[in-house]
């Protein structure tokens, strides 16, 4: 008697013709948000998303990560995946043909809302409303610049939208990806395990978060606040919201005029 047909439960095996070396080596999750990374530096992947809490629900299949490695694609014996910027100037720029066929072969077979982004000093500042929002996706590509950045048309071609990690350059876009797929990642139901700690946390409110305690209660002379001591927990809400409220007002003019402007309306 022969033995029962095994199920893939989620895995989805699609048939390709892409050559093995493409591939990435795990099976797709059906319905499991997955993020797509285009580098020159694939072993920079996953780094510090393979620890802690975003590691082990990696491992776990809550979430998924592909790296496709650019010089896979590049042009000639050398494999090249830059060129000298038309016009001169310093720095080396990646090629629209490179870059095309690796958008190509990473969008291939994708599916639903899946945005193609580009990791750049000059695109919209990270902040938690664009985290939020990445979380509802599908899934998301992600593009990591080096060199002097990359050819505009490909931009243009593909719709990439630009994001930044913030105001200042960086030698490549790596670092700036996993920031965005870190803060994107805790944001999926199950990967911290609570999700009232996100709800509760910085920008979630559009406020900063208030100062937190524990044990010792008295340390170098410094004691906890009496009013979290108390129990009473509609008076200990109250202090948090207050304490949230000024620390932004201090810290972040910008947060709290947002704030006050989100209040009145």
Same mark, same amino acid.
């Given at each position: 008697?022969?033995?029962?047909?095994?199920?893939?439960?989620?895995?989805?095996? +699609?048939?390709?013709?892409?050559?093995?070396?493409?591939?990435?080596?795990?099976?797709?999750?059906?319905?499991? &948000?997955?993020? @797509?990374?285009?580098?020159?530096?694939?072993?920079?992947?996953?780094?510090?998303?393979?620890?802690?809490?975003?590691?082990?629900?990696?491992?776990?299949?809550?979430?998924?990560?592909?790296?496709?490695?650019?010089?896979?694609?590049?042009?000639?014996?050398?494999?090249?995946?830059?060129?000298?910027?038309?016009?001169?100037?310093?720095?080396?720029?990646? =090629?629209?043909?490179?870059?095309?066929?690796?958008?190509?072969?990473?969008?291939?077979?994708?599916?639903?809302?899946?945005?193609?982004?580009?990791?750049?000093? #000059?695109? +919209?500042?990270?902040?938690?409303?664009?985290?939020?929002?990445?979380?509802?996706?599908?899934?998301?590509?992600?593009?990591?610049?080096?060199?002097?950045?990359?050819?505009?048309?490909?931009?243009?071609?593909?719709?990439? %939208?630009?994001?930044?990690?913030?105001?200042?350059?960086?030698?490549?876009?790596?670092?700036?990806?996993?920031?965005?797929?870190?803060?994107?990642? #805790?944001?999926?139901?199950?990967?911290?395990?609570?999700?009232?700690?996100?709800?509760?946390?910085?920008?979630?409110?559009?406020?900063?978060?208030?100062?937190?305690?524990? =044990?010792?209660?008295? &340390? @170098?002379? =410094?004691?906890?606040?009496?009013?979290?001591?108390?129990?009473?927990?509609?008076?200990?809400?109250?202090?948090?919201? %207050?304490?949230?409220?000024?620390?932004? @007002?201090? #810290?972040?003019?910008?947060? &709290?005029?947002?704030?006050?402007?989100?209040?009145?309306?």
């Amino acid at each position: 008697m022969s033995n029962p047909t095994k199920s893939h439960g989620r895995k989805a095996i +699609r048939p390709t013709l892409k050559p093995r070396e493409l591939m990435t080596p795990t099976p797709d999750l059906a319905g499991v &948000w997955k993020v @797509k990374i285009m580098t020159l530096f694939p072993t920079a992947f996953p780094g510090v998303l393979g620890e802690s809490l975003t590691g082990k629900a990696l491992q776990e299949g809550l979430w998924q990560m592909e790296t496709i490695d650019l010089r896979q694609f590049g042009v000639g014996k050398h494999r090249n995946v830059d060129d000298t910027p038309a016009g001169g100037g310093a720095g080396m720029v990646l =090629r629209p043909d490179v870059l095309g066929e690796a958008i190509d072969h990473a969008m291939d077979g994708v599916q639903g809302n899946w945005p193609l982004i580009y990791l750049s000093p #000059r695109g +919209r500042r990270m902040d938690q409303k664009m985290m939020q929002n990445l979380a509802r996706c599908d899934g998301m590509t992600l593009l990591c610049g080096r060199f002097e950045g990359v050819d505009e048309r490909v931009l243009e071609h593909y719709g990439i %939208q630009e994001v930044s990690l913030g105001d200042f350059v960086m030698t490549g876009g790596e670092i700036a990806a996993q920031a965005l797929i870190d803060a994107t990642v #805790r944001l999926i139901p199950g990967v911290l395990g609570n999700q009232a700690s996100t709800e509760e946390e910085s920008f979630s409110s559009g406020l900063l978060e208030h100062p937190q305690y524990t =044990r010792p209660a008295e &340390w @170098k002379g =410094r004691e906890i606040p009496e009013v979290l001591m108390s129990g009473h927990h509609g008076k200990i809400a109250e202090w948090r919201h %207050q304490m949230s409220e000024e620390i932004t @007002k201090a #810290r972040r003019p910008d947060l &709290w005029d947002a704030y006050c402007e989100t209040k009145q309306d």
